[in-house]
């Protein structure tokens, strides 16, 4: 098995080329973030990506974030909760790092 050659993040672990992101790159910084992800994670990634490819930019805040998954995925996982237990600590940073998406703007 080779080893995942892990491109060029900055000091915060956000890739420095969106174009380099891949599954496996995700899966790798879930890992240092000691996020073991699934068909959940995967369906956010997913969202957060489209969202980003359509905008042109990372929801710029936790409160926008849940906002637009609400909108999107509905009710059940368009809450905070859920959020936070897929990407502890700042949901909309964390995510946004493991999708290989820029650091949202307004997040601490």
Not at 93 to 105: E, N
């Amino acid at each position: 098995m080779t080893k995942l050659l892990m491109p060029a993040r900055n000091n915060e672990g956000f890739l420095e080329n969106a174009r380099d992101w891949s599954p496996e790159i995700a899966a790798t910084i879930a890992e240092d973030d000691h996020i073991g992800l699934d068909e959940k994670h995967w369906e956010i990634i997913t969202f957060l990506r489209l969202f980003y490819k359509e905008h042109e930019l990372s929801p710029p805040s936790n409160r926008l974030f849940v906002k637009a998954v609400r909108e999107a995925l509905g009710e059940d996982k368009g809450n905070s909760i859920y959020l936070m237990q897929l990407f502890p600590g700042t949901p909309a940073k964390t995510a946004c790092r493991i999708a290989g998406l820029p650091r949202p703007t307004n997040c601490l």
